[in-house]
């Protein structure tokens, strides 16, 4: 494998580009993009630069051909495939861009770095965060079918990809996804949970066409108000773990239905097929509901008087007071998390970052989104803990700035620039939001602790020095 | 007028009932009642047995005719009219009972003490609170006419209380209303805010029967999609100022129109005739939204492309980061409230109250609620200023148990019964609540500080002394 050819790694940063080796240690500060390369250190360009198509320019290849120090050997040349083991049920899993953070291998969860994740209103498909139960499926889109099926259905109804796309109309919803874990580490922090070690990196954002799951649904022949047994849409994945068990969760009818609720059965992200991680070749996109309801890879759509009996749905992704423990929990006694509460996190500065006070700006960048289709109208920024605060500016994806009440399914991205606080060498920055219900966040995350970890929304808190030359 | 026959009134209590007086100081802690009998210390017996039909019983007057002391003067014993002043413009504002707490008295705004508040999950029309911004009108029910027109309607309509009442079908609604300033007085102690003093009483739940306003809109001839102009429905009182200006407010035309809005055009309150107090003979309640948009005494409903222009709607009833102050408040950069956040707060015992520990168990009660028609699923009560928590049980209005999502518009009380906890002479009492969408209330006032002092929804905190005998 390709190793730094300077051996004081601690101060030098190389990378490789079409089998050559560079140290780009001298050009870090001269970067136009700033830290942002050091994302890529000790790797590949290629995955990055297909990302920014800045870098597709001849002066470019010239800068970086100023600092090639070697070249890769013929076997490190190789492309490797992610795994070419055909008997691990994730022998399907796709490669994956080197610059998330992983937080399981198998299955699969990573999150973008937060500097990533709010430089654009709308996340790269490659960036969007990865949250995968079980094994990607191997599912051949030319076999590929829908089945739909149920109380208040006069039959079963199979679609194929084909049928989708041709007899329904295409819409688009540009719609905010959060897994109700993200900000876990936070609660880790208070008293162990059980859970994936999310950072706040679990939210990202795409426009994602499909048809809705309402055209769908009146197509298999369902009549809106003719049968109240039906009072819940259940989803099953292809995905499954080794008993055969597929990934399951639903949503109440009256979510599928409304024509406000924007439900789709996606097979586009981002103006791209949907990715293999995201649920190739279908799934489903519930806006303003957690992420877990959203089911990949979607097999079967079942109508029902009951809930999903899916462990996912029944024991797991519900919330509880912090009194209650792993001896004492009862699942039946809380609602399945669907809309999420309000949330907002600080993605720049790091906590623990030192600033240099070499202008006289600083500059606090995040982003704040509601469930259930409440839009964020407000995020106050605090630099000395939560004494006083500052009214960031927002910004929306293009074209998502006016949304129809009740429908505003997409985060908001944030800014602050103030002036450097005088005499103030720790800054304890503090963020919150207000959606269009006056909702705004807990102030700390005790009191929200929960043996699962999931729903911690409490103000997000990064403590930065600030230093002057 | 009456005076205590006892000198020593710290100690004593007296009542009058048919122009007698009695010291009641010795039943007291005799009453099966309770506490509640000291509401009437002071006062006339007959409004509080007016609401309390229990005592209808021979046997009731037997104990109270033991503790006769003297007679009321003939002078004392009339009747007095509230107000005969005919050139007052609060001329036809009605008798109140006594025990409400007043916050003014011109425009008479008023809550009902803590205890009787969560007596029972419905509220009787005598205790709701009562929030009026102008005086009580005169209106003559005979001759009352509503009037009904704006943009996308072919003319304007006009219908009298007859018309509503026959012409279409009556709905009835559980419906919690809450004033924006409820629970006000605890943001006056972080820092002075413009407004009424309210306690935790700003909010009642009762049966509202009346028409839905959708179905009046599609009687009046709008055409739903037809004109994407409109966007909120305007409502104008018959309650004026000085200057004539009616009081007005608007809801989006999304809910207005919405089947699962329910929003009701109401001329009966828990079954009796609309009180004049709550808008007599016909108001608006919306249910899930901020009280001052459920206009009283309503006389005009406009179909507009804007909300309206009142100051109530433009420069009022607003949230704001606690940075803003008059000097630099902008009206126009914040939504005019309409669904309203997650609530709850403990009406016993009273803050500062000494409990004496004669039983092991400790009881505390509240209520909690949340806007938006999202249900409340769990309160959280503390005894330590919110290191530890106990999960309260809920108790809803008889038929309420069970509602459907999104429709959840009354709220629950709450009720916690505990040992004593050992060891410990002063206890922080706090309560929080969690809605089906899982917000839940910021731990503390400052940070939602503003400076209307609307949107008080903090962690509702009480501190008591326990002693033992």
Chains 1, 2 share one sequence.
């Not at 050009?27 to 297909?50: D, Q, R, S, T, Y």
Request: aromatic share 8%; glycine share 8%; with cysteine.
């Amino acid at each position: 494998a390709a190793s730094s050819p300077n051996d004081n790694s601690e101060v030098s940063s190389w990378v490789t580009f079409k089998g050559e080796i560079f140290d780009i240690t001298d050009f870090v500060g001269l970067h136009p993009g700033g830290n942002k390369i050091m994302l890529a250190a000790g790797g590949a360009l290629e995955p990055f630069w297909a990302l920014y198509a800045v870098h597709s320019q001849e002066h470019v290849l010239e800068i970086l051909s100023q600092y090639k120090v070697g070249e890769l050997s013929a076997e490190d040349q190789l492309e490797k495939s992610y795994n070419d083991d055909v008997s691990d049920p994730y022998a399907w899993d796709p490669q994956r861009h080197p610059a998330l953070v992983v937080n399981s291998l198998k299955p699969f969860n990573a999150e973008p770095p937060p500097e990533i994740l709010t430089e654009d209103p709308i996340t790269p498909n490659t960036f969007f965060f990865k949250r995968n139960h079980l094994p990607v499926p191997h599912v051949d889109p030319d076999s590929y079918k829908l089945e739909i099926s149920g109380t208040g259905l006069p039959d079963t109804l199979t679609l194929t990809l084909d049928d989708l796309k041709t007899k329904f109309a295409k819409h688009t919803v540009t719609a905010t996804l959060q897994c109700a874990g993200n900000r876990r580490s936070e609660m880790n922090k208070v008293k162990t949970v059980k859970g994936l070690e999310w950072g706040r990196g679990a939210i990202s954002t795409a426009r994602w066409g499909g048809v809705r799951l309402r055209d769908v649904l009146l197509h298999a022949g369902y009549k809106p108000d003719s049968c109240s047994l039906v009072q819940h849409v259940q989803f099953e994945g292809l995905d499954k773990d080794v008993t055969g068990t597929s990934y399951g969760a639903s949503i109440p009818l009256h979510k599928a239905l409304s024509e406000d609720g924007d439900v789709l059965l996606a097979y586009e992200m981002n103006g791209e097929v949907l990715p293999l991680d995201h649920g190739f070749p279908l799934r489903v996109v519930v806006p303003g509901v957690v992420g877990a309801r959203n089911v990949k890879w979607l097999g079967k759509i079942i109508l029902s008087a009951e809930e999903s009996q899916s462990h996912w749905q029944q024991n797991d992704y519900k919330g509880f007071s912090p009194s209650v423990d792993w001896d004492t929990v009862d699942f039946s006694s809380a609602p399945a998390i669907q809309e999420l509460p309000i949330q907002s996190a600080i993605t720049e500065p790091e906590d623990g970052a030192i600033l240099e006070k070499d202008s006289d700006m600083l500059t606090i960048k995040g982003y704040a989104w509601s469930g259930g289709g409440r839009e964020v109208v407000r995020v106050d920024v605090s630099l000395d803990g939560g004494k006083t605060w500052c009214v960031a500016e927002l910004r929306s994806a293009e074209g998502e700035e006016a949304r129809p009440l009740g429908k505003a399914w997409a985060w908001k991205l944030w800014e602050l620039s103030v002036p450097f606080p005088p005499d103030m060498n720790q800054l304890d920055i503090v963020c919150k939001a207000v959606d269009n219900s006056y909702n705004t966040q807990p102030d700390t995350v005790a009191p929200i602790w929960n043996l699962r970890g999931v729903l911690c929304n409490a103000w997000h808190r990064v403590r930065v020095t600030v230093t002057t030359h």
